[in-house]
């Protein structure tokens, strides 16, 4: 596991941008595998001010949705479909026929799932993947759990996890109760994967992520000590409760 320290969340989203936009010079026809959420928004940012100058270009990439509610239309507001569109692929030079998002709405929801793990490995595997960390440690909505699953799946939300994006609905009422989201091995497929943090509201997640190494299925992002290549980008006020001499030697081991 490698770990970025920036100065802020504006440097967060630079950086990771710029790891981004790397990996797309070195292999423009990679798969990304793109988050909804607020801590990636500055990161999509960048990546459109890059693409604004000329200085990268999307037009080879193929994108798949990490994850994405059960039952909104890729039109509704807080569909992640919308939300990736909204905030990316909407300016970019990314082709239609290469996004790829769980669809909320099929009619058998487990099979699709089934065939959206199969279908980023018959395309190549994912390339690079980002995500933020969820407020009680889930990472795309693999939520906390006895047991995880491997491959993209139907997820119960949990009541904290309701709670904490309802401020994006009118009312709590409103926010689904199920989510389709990528599996544990999906993540540990992905040659690079990347979780950003900013801000003290993390600060505790990320505590407990770099206070222990013990696998542990009710805190999923935990899992991601094993990952072959994983990297947080994270700023000062999110790892400020961190002790430093674990930074230290978390710093890529
Ligand atoms: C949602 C998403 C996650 C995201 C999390 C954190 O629940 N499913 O993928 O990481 O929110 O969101 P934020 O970055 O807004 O804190």
Avoid at 11 to 29: E, G, M, R, V
Avoid at 80 to 106: C, S, W
Avoid at 119 to 137: E, H, K, R, S, V
Avoid at 148 to 175: G, K, P, Y
Wanted: glycine share 4%; aromatic share 10%.
């Amino acid at each position: 596991m490698k770990l970025i320290i920036a100065k802020d969340y504006d440097d967060l989203s630079i950086k990771t941008a710029k790891i981004i936009a790397q990996l797309i010079k070195d292999k423009p026809n990679l798969l990304f595998c793109l988050p909804a959420g607020s801590s990636p928004l500055g990161m999509y940012e960048n990546l459109i001010e890059m693409y604004r100058k000329r200085e990268i270009s999307f037009k080879q990439m193929t994108t798949f949705n990490m994850d994405e509610y059960v039952g909104l239309t890729k039109n509704h507001h807080q569909s992640y479909a919308y939300f990736t569109n909204k905030h990316f692929l909407q300016y970019i030079d990314v082709k239609e026929n290469n996004i790829y998002r769980p669809n909320g709405l099929a009619n058998d929801l487990s099979e699709m799932a089934i065939n959206y793990s199969k279908l980023m490995q018959t395309l190549g595997g994912i390339d690079i993947a980002i995500t933020g960390i969820g407020d009680n440690g889930h990472i795309a909505f693999n939520e906390p759990n006895e047991t995880l699953q491997l491959n993209t799946h139907i997820v119960n939300l949990a009541t904290s996890t309701i709670q904490a994006n309802s401020r994006f609905f009118a009312d709590i009422s409103e926010v689904p109760s199920q989510a389709i989201s990528i599996g544990m091995q999906d993540i540990f497929n992905c040659r690079t994967f990347i979780v950003v943090a900013s801000g003290i509201k993390k600060a505790p997640m990320l505590k407990k992520f770099f206070d222990s190494s013990v696998l542990d299925p009710k805190f999923p992002v935990s899992f991601l000590h094993l990952h072959p290549n994983c990297l947080f980008i994270v700023d000062q006020e999110a790892i400020s409760l961190c002790n430093q001499t674990i930074i230290q030697d978390n710093i890529n081991y």
